[in-house]
């Protein structure tokens, strides 16, 4: 790719960037979308969707900036819990990170590379001139000047190393705050047992009570038997919507629109009273669920309720049968949080989800080869003309060209990796996870290694499938191979960052999807309930690995590729700015894993530089300069003792909460008045929904009843 084709493509983003911005200034402004910039403030009762005309709202402003910018962290923390700090922490690493390596890339590296004269590029001007020109490939072979690339790659590591640490040790000390300031939590309480054996005498809930007063008499409190059918569970949410439906119906003023016809989208059958005629529906889905619920079997699981935080920390951490199969425990989640519907699921059919999951993440890895091999053939005309010999007369074209190989590659990659996410969370859901929470993290690691995999990995191999053998077969010359084909592919994954990430965030500020919804709503009339209305949780399966990748490329190519780097720090800056306004106006936390998915970051940032370092091991050999190729070795071996050293310091507080933590917890609890009242609450926290009597039809004839009797009861 030459100069000007990127030139082309950061034109083209820096406009729709500008584009999104100036629509968001001003179509934030208008009543009618307050439910699409500001859902979490409707809910809070903060905004209302009132207003008259006025000319202001026309004009765009910056104000959002400086109240994102200026909102303390500490703001953020009681507000969206640790979580959404801790997303906010890897846009500041990373702004860190890449302002250093942009300071020694750009005033460094790439005069350095330009000066070299190994590829012997000679174009007329400065706007034809190859990108590879300012990467290392540049440099002649056993140029002295490779030294400075030695120096930086030593440099460069010992900076990630320190801010790594300190980040790690600045989020383990917030996880340990968050838990002494946060009140009394039921999943600090509760564990999940499993694996209950089943009694020769009495219920399974018998046997939960007789072995826990047995074997923990001072701690245990109280348990809550998981009953799950799939049926109950159908009826109930059929019951449910249902009785959204009649509410629906009698909250028209027009009585006339109570009336109307039963058949097929009310075309054909007789003229009904459609209260008169759903309340029947409602009473029949009430009798059926009411009948299953006498016949739903109990399970194999419980959660088990303790005193204390510590005596809950006990029964998790210590075997507590002589059969390590039966009573197993692991974490209970927050009640929120649980996702209910693998708790009837048999050890052995969890298992065989979990390969079925393995076997078809790795089917849709390779059919996403296909797009990337398409990407492939656009970065290169040659390849292009060859496909498509019709199309030579219209590719000579200047304009044409530059936009074929400079922004539409990655615009169709992105295409096809908007549809990856939901394709992930459906599969981690169908491995049997317990939580919504986990079903993110599990998805979010998927996303992660998929996305390192397709985008960096395959389109650096996808010119060979010999050479993709040879890594696997031979990995020795993992590092000759690596350095061979990463720095060719430096100009893509410029444009790569250009066109999916500032666009793309750009394009999370303008929320294209709920605005058009929003306005086909105002358009047909659709008015929405405020039990209907939920506000968006944060997408952190979606949107830590896509910061983590980028990550990767910038920590890769930082001395391979200098020119990146300015383009990174700007979509580093534009996400943090972005991301705070939509933590604070838009997103809603739904779940809390008290800073969880940093070990998450702070391990896809070591693969980067073990990355980086093997690579410079091959790049090193390749330009005849073996000494510095020899001196690099010990540089992954270093990089690997300091991460072993940060798991072992750090890893294991966000595993579990140390005893001094909770018995400090617990001590300071005895004293508060309201640690009594929370234990007789938590004794009913964890009861199935479905288990809960249905009364939908009782809240009917009270008008003026919350639907929160409903919202308890779903999950």
């Not at 999951?357 to 040659?382: D, K, N, R, S, W």
């Not at 890594?471 to 410029?494: H, N, R």
């Not at 070591?606 to 980086?612: A, E, G, H, N, T």
């Not at 508060?672 to 929904?689: C, G, H, N, Q, S």
Request: hydrophobic share 45%.
């Amino acid at each position: 790719m030459i100069l000007s084709a990127l030139l082309t493509s950061v034109g083209i983003n820096l406009g729709l960037c500008f584009l999104f911005f100036t629509l968001y200034s001003i179509l934030r402004k208008q009543p009618n979308n307050v439910k699409v910039y500001a859902p979490r403030l409707v809910a809070e009762g903060k905004i209302q969707e009132r207003g008259h005309f006025n000319l202001e709202r026309l004009v765009p402003s910056t104000g959002w900036v400086t109240t994102a910018w200026q909102t303390s962290e500490d703001e953020m923390l009681s507000k969206l819990g640790l979580d959404a700090v801790v997303l906010m922490r890897i846009f500041i690493f990373s702004m860190k990170v890449f302002s250093f390596a942009t300071a020694v890339g750009i005033c460094i590296l790439v005069p350095v590379n330009y000066l070299g004269s190994q590829l012997d590029i000679d174009f007329s001007g400065l706007p034809q001139k190859s990108i590879d020109s300012f990467s290392i490939s540049n440099v002649n072979d056993g140029s002295k000047r490779l030294w400075i690339h030695f120096c930086a790659a030593y440099i460069f590591t010992g900076v990630i190393c320190f801010f790594l640490y300190s980040e790690y040790n600045y989020v383990s000390c917030k996880r340990i705050e968050y838990f002494y300031s946060s009140k009394p939590q039921p999943h600090h309480f509760t564990v999940l047992v499993r694996g209950i054996p089943a009694p020769s005498i009495g219920s399974y809930s018998d046997a939960v009570e007789s072995f826990f007063t047995e074997y923990h008499p001072t701690t245990y409190l109280s348990h809550s038997l998981v009953r799950r059918s799939n049926k109950l569970q159908r009826l109930m949410n059929d019951a449910e919507n249902m009785y959204k439906k009649v509410l629906k119906i009698k909250a028209k003023s027009d009585c006339r629109e109570r009336y109307k016809r039963s058949g097929f989208l009310g075309l054909w059958g007789p003229r009904v009273n459609l209260v008169d005629h759903y309340g029947k529906k409602l009473e029949d889905l009430e009798c059926a669920a009411r009948i299953e619920q006498t016949s739903v079997t109990e399970k194999a699981a419980a959660f088990v309720c303790f005193k204390s935080r510590y005596g809950a920390a006990i029964a998790l951490h210590i075997q507590q049968g002589v059969n390590p199969t039966e009573w197993t425990t692991e974490k209970a989640p927050e009640p929120e949080d649980i996702h209910w519907p693998f708790f009837s699921a048999s050890f052995m059919k969890r298992w065989i989800c979990q390969l079925t999951v393995i076997v078809t993440c790795a089917l849709i890895t390779l059919l996403f080869l296909v797009p990337v091999v398409l990407v492939q053939g656009l970065t290169h005309l040659e390849q292009l003309e060859k496909w498509f010999p019709f199309l030579k007369s219209v590719l000579q074209i200047t304009v044409i060209s530059q936009v074929i190989t400079g922004y539409l590659p990655s615009l169709i990659l992105q295409t096809f990796l908007s549809f990856v996410p939901p394709v992930m969370i459906l599969l981690s859901a169908f491995q049997g996870y317990i939580s919504r929470s986990q079903i993110e993290k599990s998805a979010c690691a998927k996303m992660l290694w998929f996305t390192v995999w397709n985008i960096f990995f395959a389109n650096v191999l996808s010119g060979s499938v010999l050479t993709m053998a040879n890594i696997f077969l031979e990995p020795k010359k993992i590092p000759s191979i690596l350095a061979a084909l990463v720095p060719a592919q430096a100009s893509f994954f410029i444009a790569y960052v250009v066109t999916s990430g500032w666009t793309s965030i750009s394009s999370e500020l303008f929320r294209s999807t709920p605005l058009i919804c929003n306005y086909l709503k105002t358009i047909f009339r659709c008015k929405e309930d405020d039990g209907d209305f939920e506000v968006p949780s944060i997408p952190y399966y979606s949107e830590v690995p896509k910061l983590t990748f980028f990550g990767l490329l910038g920590v890769v190519y930082f001395f391979l590729a200098p020119l990146i780097l300015p383009f990174l720090l700007i979509y580093y800056f534009m996400g943090y700015i972005i991301f705070r306004n939509q933590l604070l106006n838009v997103y809603k936390p739904k779940y809390e894993t008290g800073g969880k998915f940093w070990p998450i970051v702070h391990n896809a940032t070591i693969f980067s530089l073990v990355l980086m370092q093997v690579i410079a091991i091959g790049i090193f050999g390749l330009k005849m300069l073996p000494l510095a190729s020899g001196l690099t070795i010990p540089l992954p071996i270093l990089t690997l003792l300091f991460n072993e050293y940060c798991r072992k310091r750090f890893l294991p507080i966000f595993h579990s909460y140390p005893a001094e933590c909770l018995i400090k917890k617990d001590r300071h609890d005895l004293n508060e008045a309201m640690t009594r009242e929370f234990l007789e609450r938590l004794k009913t926290v964890y009861r199935d929904p479905t288990s809960l009597p249905v009364r939908y039809t009782d809240n009917l004839e009270r008008p003026h009843s919350p639907l929160l009797t409903t919202d308890v009861r779903t999950t």
